[in-house]
């Protein structure tokens, strides 16, 4: 074997099917590899956004690594974005980025980079390999390393003389960390806590948003009067009707603010302390009430399982059955077509078993409110908050179950940076549906905008938020990839070709023009409401934040 050809037979025998490629020279012989593979799927993906995008998706619905294949460091810095949000949502990613053979790389050819430096942004794991005697057991430790725990990025960097020298060696799978189980003392101290009763509150995150932790955390707030809230972007959310619902926290600090404020104890299970996403004048960037007590039951790198099946058994929690979802869809939507009608009209009809892949940002407020008592499906959201990332994720979600339909949501905007993920979609005829909410703005920034205070903002600075003109035609840009689409400008029609493109297998793009969410009087508003959040009581703070954000 050559180097290349014990590469590929390690990654399978480890547990790696499936590969997001977007080759070029120097990864010829890991290509040509795959023929002699039938046990590895070749995805091929038109950017490499595309590619760690759709890797990310894969590994958050398989619970085990996809490969990417990359171009030298131009190509993973093009996967950047999406192996960020990648980390940021602790998944299983192994990252194969070809290089310069090694006598080659000294000449500074015009593509030679620092592809170490590159991958140290997002790898928590990041090897050279020396030879193609190593290559084998390099991959068996990459996979390895991907699976963590917690599941992180892992690149490593092939030579392409080590991937065509001769002299590979298959290696056995690396055996995997186990993750350990906290403490009696931990467990003990966190019921302790929960006797606070609603002055407490589970923050969840990570794997504890899968069904059988989070029956185990409803258990305990049932029984406690605990409160369930979870990360604003969950990485994976089961969720719907016979499962236990829980609050996401809000994306806007002020909201979020309301919704920790009274706590005395914050309970975090694999989950970080919430902090506001960006910076402020005058404004904390740490979320956590004053005066609460932070504990955290599982860390990343711990049984999450675990840990919440034995605080429910020291809370003496486990006879009280969980707290769950009733069914409940909201009626057929009619009238003014806004993106509020577009999120009722999935929860309308979103199927058994749908996998919804959020980033509609503010389009998509009324998503949570409208789906919670729909059938049972899971949610996966924008962890890193690196824009791009719905369109590929859905191309790995819908290959790791393919007997699921999948429902992308994207902004106009978030749409266009990996746009190209609708090829691939039509190339490997996956059942995804994707709905790009065409508002004509980065309307999120126009928030942002009211919200940072920024003075003097006028007519040039709104501009870079305006996509009117030339104005952006997804019909049009979906058929030119293979991908059947519609355009959606009332309700109604919206509602048909949903029913449709459910209906029927393969991918679908739907464009629903509808205005911003939040223009003219209401933005201008916005930011003192949030103000005013603070000095209002509670309850009523309460209120405002549901109707803001339910």
């Known amino acids: 074997m050559n180097g290349a050809q014990a590469l590929m037979r390690t990654l399978v025998e480890a547990g790696v099917e499936v590969c997001f490629t977007n080759p070029g020279t120097s990864e010829m012989h890991f290509v040509a590899a795959l023929d002699a593979e039938p046990r590895m799927r070749a995805v091929l993906t038109l950017f490499e956004g595309v590619a760690s995008g759709a890797a990310d998706g894969y590994a958050r619905m398989a619970d085990k690594p996809a490969a990417t294949l990359l171009h030298l460091g131009c190509g993973l810095g093009n996967a950047l974005a999406n192996l960020h949000n990648a980390r940021k949502a602790r998944v299983s990613l192994v990252n194969i980025v070809g290089d310069h053979a090694s006598f080659h790389a000294p000449l500074d050819a015009p593509l030679q980079s620092d592809i170490d430096t590159v991958a140290r942004n997002v790898s928590t794991w990041i090897r050279r390999s020396a030879g193609p005697a190593q290559v084998g057991q390099d991959a068996a430790e990459a996979v390895a390393a991907s699976f963590g725990p917690p599941g992180q990025v892992a690149t490593l960097i092939l030579p392409a003389d080590a991937s065509w020298g001769d002299g590979g060696v298959r290696a056995a799978p690396v055996p995997r960390r186990s993750a350990p189980t906290p403490d009696a003392a931990r467990i003990a101290t966190v019921a302790q806590a929960l006797a606070a009763g609603p ?3 589970l923050l969840l995150g990570g794997r504890a948003l899968r069904e059988g932790p989070l029956r185990a955390a409803s258990q305990l707030a049932a029984h406690t009067g605990a409160r ?45 302390p919430p902090v506001s996403f960006f910076a402020y004048p005058g404004k904390a960037s740490e979320l956590v009430p004053p005066g609460c007590q932070v504990h955290t039951l599982a860390a990343f790198d711990e049984d999450v399982a675990a840990a919440l099946a034995a605080l429910v058994e020291a809370a003496g929690a486990a006879q009280t ?9 909201p009626p057929r939507p009619r009238g003014k077509f806004t993106a509020d009608k577009v999120c009722k009209a ?43 990332q719905g369109l590929p994720n859905a191309v790995g979600a819908a290959i790791a179950c393919p007997t699921r339909k999948v429902i992308a949501l994207s902004g106009d905007g978030s749409a266009l940076y990996t746009l190209q993920a609708l090829w691939t979609m039509a190339r490997e005829r996956l059942d995804v549906v994707s709905i790009v909410f065409n ?79 939040l223009t003219g009087l209401k933005l201008r508003l916005l930011p003192h409401l949030l103000q005013s959040l603070a000095s209002l009581p509670q ?12």
Request: proline share 9%; charged share 20%.
């Open 199 to 201: 002055k407490t509150a």
């Open 228 to 272: 369930l809230l979870a990360e604003v972007f969950p990485t994976r959310l089961e969720r719907g009707a016979g499962l236990p619902p829980v609050e996401r926290l809000a994306y806007l600090a002020e909201l979020a603010g309301v919704q920790l404020a009274g706590l005395e104890h914050l309970v975090l299970v694999d989950a970080k």
């Open 321 to 329: 059955p969980p707290r769950l979802q009733a069914p409940r869809r």
């Open 346 to 388: 999935i929860g309308h009809l979103l199927p058994e078993g749908a996998i919804v892949v959020d980033e509609a940002q503010t389009s998509g407020l009324l998503l949570p409110l409208y789906t919670a008592g729909a059938p049972r499906h899971d949610l996966l959201t924008l962890t890193g908050g690196a824009i791009g």
């Open 439 to 517: 508002n004509r703005a980065y309307a999120i920034l126009n928030v942002e905008l009211q919200r940072v205070g920024a003075l003097g903002a006028a007519e040039k600075a709104r501009a870079q938020f305006d996509l009117r003109t030339p104005p952006l035609d997804f019909v049009q840009l979906a058929q030119g990839q293979g991908v059947p689409a519609v355009r959606a400008t009332d309700t109604e029609g919206f509602v048909r070709a949903l029913e449709h493109a459910l209906a029927t297998p393969g991918p679908h793009l739907i464009e629903a023009v509808v205005p911003p969410t």
């Open 539 to 550: 309850p009523l703070a309460r209120a405002l934040k549901r109707s803001l954000a339910p």
